[in-house]
């Protein structure tokens, strides 16, 4: 049984060497914070696919050294891409909690997308890759998910590609429900607006770049919760 206290990210490990020196942050958390020893069992995963079993033989706190004893690739791999891009939201914290979710249920690749009305326009992408790198471990995943650099609403529509993509939005529009406009099994690309919903002129845009408007529900949600919805729905529909 794999637990997630003693599960270790390793990006630098594609499975080549049998042994292996975890990272500085990694190996102090193994010996100095679980009191490790040589010869206990634990797991790395390095966000590709890769799970691997290992055993502790040297338990520096700097460099400690594990032997593979176990190797499995491509651990939890889906059969679809996942893409949601979002607006940055007003409070760090709704957002980074968005990440941290979306990870623990399944997502592929996140955008910050900066539109007409976001309130906030810069993140700090090394504090949301520590937060996706910590949920990936508590939910035992091997894939990290890949976080973008944040780019303006023209730019999505120009460079981002999917199977299947839709843009969901508040205005009383013709639009169906994601469940039921999404073909499973298929790449799909989402995009969630900021607390005050695209402008028009954005809705349009994305109509003429061939995506479909789609509605998460009834409720008026906020953008968080609106990105974990979309994600909820996609991957229980692939379940």
Known sequence: MIKADKLFYTPCYLG????????????????????????????LVNGQGGLF???????????CEVKIVNSEYEYGKRTFHLHIAIAPTKMN????????????IGIDEVTPVICRYS?????????MEKITVAAMKQSVKAYLPKLNEPCSFEQLLKNATGSQ???AHCYEDEKILLKEAYATGLDVL???????????????QALKAGYKPVSLGNSRLRTETAGIVACHTINLLND
């Open 53 to 63: 079993e290992a055993e502790i033989v040297n338990p520096h706190p700097k460099r």
């Open 93 to 104: 914290e709704r957002i980074e909690w968005f990440l941290e979710k979306a990870t623990e």
């Open 16 to 43: 080549k060497t049998e042994n292996y020196v975890l990272p500085e942050e990694e190996s102090q958390h193994a010996v100095k914070v679980l009191r490790m020893q040589a010869g206990e069992i634990i797991h």
């Open 119 to 127: 309130e906030r326009k810069e993140l700090k992408l090394p504090r």
């Open 190 to 204: 989402i995009l969630i607006g900021p607390e005050g919903d695209f402008s028009k002129e954005e809705i349009e």
């Open 165 to 167: 993509k839709f843009i």
